[in-house]
């Protein structure tokens, strides 16, 4: 449902009280408001502008969960405490909508994986390294953080990496550290850690999909850059 266009045109403190969204919520439920008018309510915000430019970001991502912090802190006016209460409020529907129809998040891209952690692991102050347990369908079976501190071919055991996958007899696995510097690019020993990973899997059959490395609001592929996947 569409925003009435006498809602657009007015700032959010000024509405008059039959046009109020937290009025409608409260009489109507939220299933008669428009995505601009929940997003409105959900970020506190107080200039439509920022609600129409936050719909946007919904229409081009095709979904919440995939909408960056980056980029809502780019819409003009809205800050950390805004992008802070949107990304929880994302992904607090995500988890429901899985725990309701009993659904376990699939993996088609990298982007798909990155969303499930990204926002968590892009605001860490120290490196860590999680695997992502996909079972035959890619679907998430788990998420295990394996390991905190440098990660690197010389500290990292590449065993550890395939204990939670061997447990739950998982026939696939996304490796996903970050860069608490807040820059993705693979450093020479991301790659050199990756062709580590990629061997050890194939010996155990178990296939290393992926290899993200996540930053502020970023993320690469290892995969995708041909880095350790030779």
């Known amino acids: 449902m569409l925003a009435s266009p006498t809602f657009l045109k007015l700032k ?5 009280a039959d046009l109020h ?5 409260r009489e109507l439920g939220p299933k008669a408001l428009s995505t601009t008018e929940l997003l409105a309510i959900v970020g506190w915000l107080v200039d439509t502008d920022q609600a129409r430019a936050l ?3 919904y229409n081009q991502a095709d979904g919440l969960g995939r909408i960056r912090r980056d980029q809502i802190t780019a819409i003009h006016g809205l800050g950390e405490r805004v992008a802070d209460v949107l990304i929880a409020v994302f992904e607090l529907g995500r988890r ?3 725990k309701e129809h009993g659904q376990r ?3 088609s891209s990298p982007g798909d994986a990155a969303a499930l952690v ?5 605001a860490l102050e120290q490196e860590e390294l999680r695997v992502i347990l996909l079972n035959t369908r890619n679907q998430v079976v788990k998420i295990e953080t394996v390991y905190r501190g440098s990660v690197n071919a010389s500290q990292v055991r590449v065993s550890e990496i395939f204990k939670g996958a061997v447990r739950e007899n998982a026939p696939g696995i996304i490796v996903v550290h970050n860069h608490p510097s807040g820059d993705p690019t693979p450093s020479p020993e991301d790659a050199a850690i990756t062709r580590a990973f990629v061997s050890a899997g194939k010996l155990m059959d178990i296939e290393v999909i992926d290899h993200l490395v996540v930053g502020q609001g970023r993320f690469v592929s290892m995969k995708e850059r041909g880095l350790g996947f030779g």
């Open 96 to 98: 429901e909508l899985y």
């Open 118 to 122: 990204q926002y968590e692991m892009s």
């Open 21 to 25: 969204p937290g009025k409608r919520l």
């Open 12 to 16: 959010y403190s000024e509405m008059p």
């Open 55 to 57: 719909t946007e970001l």
């Open 105 to 107: 998040p699939t993996i």
